[in-house]
């Protein structure tokens, strides 16, 4: 049996088009997986020392050495623990701070000036996420030295880019009506921020608040790396002293740490919304 | 005595857009309650807004409380504005706060930011403010989140916030589009009770042509930005209506 074609130059146009179309994604695969390749080839294949590997047993020992815990160290992780923790809360409240002027800046509706500090307050916001909280940190430490000082200013600029930035939006989104009702009785412009707008951002800039000192609790874990305060500092001169175990130690610290952060925060948002 | 006096106001909200009003007078005097009625777009809640300079008015002179609403810096603009209470069609209440410290906060004008930021009203505020809740019968719900009230009881919020002002004017912008009709003739019959008891004028937006007849001395008829009626409520004829809510033809 036949089966004709009604009409065969349609036929031969969609036909074309499939064709095109399967052309076209082949292509685009093709380009991507040469990507890849190209970037294996650069990275891991001929930036790695072969030679020092030594076959699977040597990663195996490498790894292995990992796998004790130095309990000697134990009294001396209390207070680095306690410290990263400290630095954490202490950071993000300070991020807090930084972050409302950002926000009002940076937010189209509210902004004193729309041409000179609203991309001020866009570009304070991209530049406080765009450095890592390691560079801030080597920054603040080479400023005001070691300790936990220059970790705290660390955690507080690399917070300040995400809580400015969901605040300005919260800003942005906010409903009209009560600044509205303000401005009608007679409020200035801190109370009509005060009733009109903050009543309104609240719930989401708490929530981002909870959300960020969650994070800082691990930026704050690893700022002792360039010499800020806390936990990293251990972490470090374990690592120095070849104490494997004690490099263990700290990373199960770090690691309860964070677990209490990530309960706490669970229940704070809980509360809060 | 002339509590507001609008001459040829004017109102455009950006240079390119169009007119919005084009050109209007009116007054108000100590013993008005001024209806101000016309079809959706004439631009009864960009006049009201004007008034108080919550939009600037692009030409034209409003003396309200012998004052030149449009010469006046922020400063003077903001006492003035502490005199005319407001109610909002959508009651615009802050949703997160109480209704006490929603009430409060028609205070605003009058309290120092230290005190707005401990929301620590003085004492003959917080007085005045229970008196005024229970006057339109919200005691019971004085500590209750604003937005769990209903829509009636959120305007009797906003009643009692604009009378937290001890105004010399009301501007009412559709205090009743948003609620049923039983519920907006009690909010009406309220607002109109309180208005003769505390003498205070009153100049009302509102659609409802029969709401208008029922509760308002005098009419202001608008269409597309111009005046098309002002009198007293009694010589609104039909036929002035119907020129009001013609519909335009292109």
């Known amino acids: 049996m036949f089966l004709t074609i009604q009409n065969p130059q349609g036929v031969a146009s969609q036909l074309d088009l499939r064709r095109k179309r399967l052309t076209k994604m082949t292509l685009i695969w093709g380009g991507i997986i040469l990507f890849i390749a190209w970037c294996v080839s650069g990275t891991i294949i001929q930036d790695t020392d072969w030679s020092r590997i030594g076959g699977r047993n040597g990663v195996l020992a490498g790894i292995s050495r990992y796998f004790w815990l130095d309990l000697n160290l134990l009294p001396e992780l209390i207070i680095p623990t306690l410290e990263t923790f400290m630095m954490a809360c202490v950071g993000t409240v300070l991020g807090c701070f930084f972050s409302l002027p950002v926000a009002w800046l940076g937010a189209a509706n509210v902004t004193p000036s729309k041409t000179i500090l609203y991309p001020l307050g866009r570009f304070l916001m991209v530049l406080s996420r765009s450095v890592h909280e390691i560079v801030w940190a080597l920054i603040f430490v080479s400023a005001v030295g070691l300790g936990a000082l220059p970790g705290i200013l660390a955690i507080a600029m690399r917070s300040v880019g995400f809580i400015s930035k969901i605040t300005a939006e919260a800003i942005e989104n906010i409903d009209a009506k009560p600044v509205e009702a303000i401005r009608a009785v007679g409020g200035n412009q801190f109370q009509v921020m005060y009733y009109g707008i903050l009543p309104q951002i609240y719930p989401v800039v708490l929530a981002t608040v909870i959300f960020e000192w969650d994070i800082n609790i691990r930026r704050s874990a690893v700022m002792g790396l360039v010499g800020a305060g806390g936990l990293g500092l251990l972490f470090f001169r374990q690592m120095n002293s070849f104490n494997y175990g004690g490099v263990s130690m700290v990373i199960l610290a770090i690691l309860l740490l964070i677990v209490l952060g990530e309960v706490i925060s669970h229940y704070l948002r809980k509360a809060v919304i | ?250």
């Open chain 2, 1 to 250: 005595m002339t509590v507001l006096s609008v001459t040829g106001l004017k109102v455009r909200y950006s240079a390119k857009g169009p007119e919005i009003l084009k050109g209007i007078d009116f007054e108000v005097k100590s013993d008005d309650f001024l209806a101000i009625i016309g079809p959706s777009g004439a631009g009864k809640s960009t006049l009201i807004r004007a008034v108080n300079r919550l939009v600037e008015p692009t030409a034209g002179e409003i003396i309200l409380l012998d004052h030149n609403v449009c010469d006046l810096n922020a400063k003077q603009l903001r006492e003035l504005r502490r005199n005319v209470g407001m109610i909002f069609q959508e009651f615009n209440l802050i949703n997160r706060m109480s209704v006490m410290d929603n009430v409060l906060s028609g205070r605003l004008g009058y309290t120092g930011n230290m005190r707005s930021l401990f929301r620590m009203f003085p004492k003959e505020d917080v007085d005045q403010a229970l008196y005024y809740l229970d006057r339109v019968g919200l005691s019971d719900h004085i500590n209750k989140r604003a937005d769990e009230l209903s829509g009636g009881q959120r305007q009797r919020v906003g009643i009692a916030r604009a009378l937290m002002q001890r105004p010399k004017l009301l501007l009412l912008d559709e205090p009743t589009s948003a609620l049923d009709p039983k519920i907006s003739r009690e909010v009406m019959g309220l607002i109109r009770d309180i208005a003769r008891e505390l003498k205070v004028p009153a100049l009302c937006n509102i659609h409802d042509v029969q709401l208008a007849k029922e509760f308002c001395n005098r009419i202001i008829g608008m269409q597309d930005g111009y005046k098309k009626f002002d009198g007293a409520t009694e010589t609104l004829k039909d036929s002035d209506l119907e020129e009001i809510y013609a519909m335009e033809v292109l």
